[in-house]
């Protein structure tokens, strides 16, 4: 086994960020040979943008969220690339600026569904993927995916980790009702929502 330090990626809308996102983020950070966690907002899908808080306020919020947990840095990269907002183009990207050794961090319910990502053979010739358990998502499922994907060379970690079952959908419409109480959101992101009227309009 390398003994080489590796750099996570942990991709997301982060609309807002909570509390399962910092669950997962300890986690990762907690694991030995994880050297850095890089926070990556991604762009607003156009066809969302009146759903999606602005670029600047999800950055704002990520850094509110995630800025004092282990080995963990908010990223840029991603929002820095032209044109569409695709994992194989940040990764190159990633490659580029020399890091060579990337972790991409996804949920078990984004990984059954891996084959159907743009250029996901590719994704997997500039990464590892480390997989978290979700709640729905059965192990039998995950291990046949698993062994679908490894037998093209993908190097996969499956996480006996459940983070918390939480809705960002969810977070934004008690935001509009009025009725959230901070439990699910980090005391700083949530005065910050409050404070910059966010989550008002959907």
Do not use: Q
């Not at 910092?22 to 050297?35: D, G, Q, T, V």
């Not at 926070?39 to 990520?62: F, L, Q, W, Y």
């Not at 994992?87 to 996804?106: A, Q, S």
């Not at 997997?124 to 291990?143: I, Q």
Request: contains cysteine.
């Amino acid at each position: 086994m390398s003994d080489l330090k590796k750099i996570a990626i942990f991709g997301g809308t982060f609309n807002p960020p909570h509390i399962g996102h910092s669950f997962m983020l300890k986690a990762i950070a907690n694991l030995p040979e994880i050297e850095t966690v890089l926070v990556m907002p991604a762009k607003a899908p156009p066809h969302k943008s009146g759903e999606i808080a602005s670029t600047e306020d999800r950055v704002n919020m990520c850094r509110l969220a995630f800025e004092g947990l282990p080995k963990t840095e908010i990223s840029l990269d991603e929002l820095s690339l032209e044109g569409k907002s695709y994992t194989v183009k940040t990764l190159e990207y990633l490659r580029e600026k020399g890091i060579k050794n990337p972790v991409l961090v996804i949920g078990a319910d984004s990984f059954i569904n891996f084959h159907k990502w743009y250029m996901f053979e590719e994704i997997l010739s500039l990464c590892e993927l480390y997989v978290f358990m979700r709640g729905g998502v059965s192990k039998d499922a995950l291990l046949s995916a698993k062994e679908n994907l490894e037998k093209i060379g993908a190097k996969i970690t499956l996480l006996d980790i459940l983070p918390p079952e939480i809705s960002s959908t969810e977070i934004r419409k008690s935001i509009k009702n009025g009725d959230c109480s901070g439990r699910l959101l980090d005391r700083n992101v949530l005065e910050y929502i409050k404070s910059h009227s966010l989550y008002k309009d959907e």
